[in-house]
């Protein structure tokens, strides 16, 4: 079965600094693994996406993520946090076939300290 | 393009009494979620159509909740009776059903059962 964890709840970065949000995953399959980001009272936005093409997946907003086969891993980075940063970041798995169910983590929020 | 849409944004009911949630899609999205996001919480899937007919309801409490996607377009999401722990977000997202996958989310409806 397909899981995934994020491994911090809370990240707190100072404007100007790298962001690091933490992501594991568990899949059986080849997997499909996306960043998700919501700001108060918002649906969540799709910020990148890997499916088993380049494993440094760039997306909006100067956000990437490395897919790390070996380590299970999908972080996410940016190299200098805004303001406007600030929301929760939902990591996601999904299996490449069947339903294609989304499997979501708790969600890490971020802070950014003027 | 029109994203995906919601209503209400928010509702406050008692328990006991019921509720009707409303979604529209991006047209031409076959695939339609309804999820349940409890504060501090990743969103939960509740129940997935594929066009109108029903692909995923194994996480969806049948005795007191029920959807519906009549023509393949709109859905309605129901509780009746509410409880107190039904006090969640519950967001709509669609998508083309393809092996991509990309979900695209409302922004949700706020619940407060009393």
């Known amino acids: 079965a397909q899981s995934v964890t994020q491994l911090d709840s809370h990240v707190s970065v100072s404007e100007g600094t790298p962001v690091l949000l933490r992501c594991n995953y568990s899949?059986?399959?080849?997997?499909?693994l996306f960043w998700y980001v919501q700001h108060p009272n918002k649906g969540l936005q799709l910020l990148l996406k890997y499916t088993s093409a380049a494993t440094l997946v760039k997306g909006i907003n100067g956000f990437e993520a490395e897919f790390k086969k070996s380590e299970t891993s999908f972080h996410l980075t940016k190299p200098s946090a805004h303001m406007s940063d600030a929301a929760e970041y939902f990591c996601?798995?999904?299996?490449?076939?069947?339903?294609?169910?989304?499997?979501f983590g708790t969600g890490t929020r971020l802070k950014v300290l003027a | 393009e029109a994203g995906v849409a919601q209503s209400p944004r928010y509702k406050i009911i008692e328990k006991r009494q019921s509720v009707a949630f409303w979604c529209n899609p991006i047209s031409g999205h076959a695939t339609l979620y309804w999820y349940q996001q409890i504060l501090g919480q990743g969103p939960k899937l509740l129940i997935q159509f594929q066009n109108n007919g029903v692909v995923d309801d194994s996480q969806l409490p049948k005795d007191r909740f029920s959807a519906e996607r009549l023509k393949g377009v709109d859905s309605t999401l129901k509780i009746q009776p509410a409880k107190l722990e039904d006090s969640a977000v519950y967001l709509c997202?669609?998508?083309?059903?393809?092996?991509?996958?990309?979900?695209?989310f409302g922004a949700g409806t706020r619940l407060s059962v009393l």
């Open positions: 997202a669609s998508s083309t059903g393809d092996a991509k996958n990309i979900q695209y």
């Open positions: 899949s059986s399959y080849s997997p499909s």
């Open positions: 996601v798995v999904t299996t490449t076939s069947g339903t294609y169910k989304y499997i």
